[in-house]
């Protein structure tokens, strides 16, 4: 017989697929949160150069596929004579990705916040500082949980891309078997499922922050 | 200094000072001189600068010419005098601007800690005494959202009072309230001034500039046309302008 049957070491295979689906995404999560908060915090400051910087960052990353940032990670890492495991290099990819589109939503909840708070905290005394992280930030982050949560399930879905440059994420572990077995249908459905299954409870997550919101 | 040379002099001392937005000459060679105690109203047609004026004594704008000394601090734009002046100087918004993420108390005790780091419990007791003095004690709680307008300006005032300022700034405090609230901010304001605070106010109220103010400053695009003691102005306003004013405005 040509093909294999359709079996629970299968199943097992892409469910380890689906743990570095899950790593890539924390991996990227945890790394564009940190360089997010750098580039918002860039953008709203009173240094002209570290505004421009960061403006030009998310243009740049924002205009560009992920895909093609996937390729230049990918294949510019060997290029330029760095020897990293391609998961690393496409850790980074994914984070450099996030950060922009995080550092972007941050911004605009820190920008939403009314000038008359910072004005308040000012004409107190308060130093910027003290301002950003008492007054503005608490409140920029109640504006900013939807869409950051969004944009989480967004990045945990897009990391389907990695399987192109041949990591073993959920999608590529899902070809593999469905290559095995010849049965795209039944294992595309299981891998659609074990998306849901993750990206799911964050949409409930996210509906729930925003019932909140509108309450208070 | 000893307090009685701090007494004498003035806690504004404005010279020729003027201010641009762009090319928007928004104050025009500004003299002002506000004694310790002093109660003083500015008024003036929307548009007049008085806002503005009211903005550059704690330097939440910068003016670009002349001299403006403050509570003893020559402002020159530098970062260090901004930070003393704006410590002894208390302002009360139109909108209030009370943080919403912070309850009542929480709101009076932030600058406290962080400028004056003065310990919670202190600041607390502070905060209390304050929250008595504008008569919302029982506020202390709850959130701003939770307050009526009137009561939300009350706490703004509590909140500045609590950084015992050296002078208060008013920037039209009653212009968002319902008529009803009104009253009960501007008769804590009078119980403010009776008590010999310094205030510099930014409003229409005219009854409350004739109860209370000590003088009234009259701008009008950009200029102080008059400044005269409310008896005066209010029977015999010697600029044109500010008898259409008068005209328009107690009517």
């Not at chain 2, 010279?15 to 008024?43: P, S, W, Y």
């Not at chain 2, 704690?58 to 020559?74: D, I, P, S």
């Not at chain 2, 260090?80 to 302002?91: A, C, F, L, P």
Request: with cysteine; aromatic share 8%; hydrophobic share 45%.
């Amino acid at each position: 017989m040509m093909f294999q049957d359709f079996t629970m070491a299968h199943v097992y295979y892409m469910l380890n697929g689906l743990l570095w689906t899950i790593g890539l995404a924390l991996i990227a999560l945890t790394g564009g949160s940190i360089a997010g908060s750098v580039l918002a915090l860039m953008a709203v400051s009173r240094n002209k150069l570290a505004r421009r910087i960061a403006k030009l960052y998310i243009f740049v990353v924002q205009g560009t596929p992920l895909l093609v940032t996937l390729f230049i990670a990918y294949f510019g890492a060997n290029y330029v004579g760095v020897d990293v495991p391609p998961l690393v290099a496409i850790s980074i990819a994914f984070s450099f990705y996030a950060a922009a589109f995080l550092g972007e939503i941050w911004r605009g909840s820190i920008n939403s916040v009314p000038m008359g708070q910072s004005e308040g905290s000012h004409a107190l005394g308060l130093s910027r500082v003290d301002s950003m992280r008492f007054i503005i930030i608490p409140q920029a982050v109640k504006i900013a949980t939807p869409p950051t949560v969004g944009f989480f399930v967004m990045l945990i879905k897009n990391t389907s891309l990695a399987s192109v440059v041949s990591i073993t994420e959920l999608t590529r572990t899902s070809q593999i078997v469905s290559n095995a077995t010849f049965k795209p249908l039944q294992v595309y459905l299981l891998a659609a499922l074990f998306y849901f299954l993750v990206c799911f409870p964050l949409t409930i997550v996210s509906r729930r922050l925003e019932k909140r919101l509108h309450k208070s | 200094m000893t307090s009685s040379q701090q007494e004498a002099t003035p806690i504004i001392r404005a010279n020729k000072m003027n201010k641009f937005f762009g090319v928007f000459h928004a104050l025009k060679d500004i003299d002002l001189t506000v004694a310790r105690g002093e109660t003083v109203v500015l008024c003036g047609p929307s548009g007049s600068g008085k806002s503005t004026l009211i903005r550059c004594l704690n330097a939440l704008e910068n003016h670009q010419k002349g001299e403006l000394e403050v509570a003893g601090v020559q402002l020159t734009g530098k970062r260090r005098e901004i930070d003393m002046v704006r410590r002894k100087t208390g302002m009360v918004f139109q909108s209030f601007n009370l943080f919403p993420h912070m309850t009542v108390l929480e709101n009076c005790m932030i600058a406290q800690m962080r400028v004056k780091k003065t310990s919670k419990e202190d600041a607390r007791k502070v905060a209390e005494r304050f929250l008595a003095r504008v008569h919302i004690p029982e506020q202390a709680g709850k959130y701003p959202a939770q307050l009526s307008g009137g009561q939300q300006q009350r706490v703004a005032i509590a909140r500045a009072l609590c950084m015992s300022p050296e002078v208060m700034l008013f920037d039209e405090p009653t212009s968002a309230l319902d008529p009803e609230m009104v009253r009960e901010v501007l008769e804590t304001m009078v119980e403010l001034a009776r008590e010999g605070s310094t205030m510099i106010c930014v409003t229409h109220e005219m009854n409350f500039a004739r109860k209370v103010a000590n003088k009234v400053v009259f701008m009008d695009q950009g200029s102080i046309l008059e400044i005269a003691k409310p008896d005066d102005f209010f029977t015999n306003p010697q600029h044109e302008r500010a008898k259409e004013f008068l005209a328009q405005i107690l009517h």
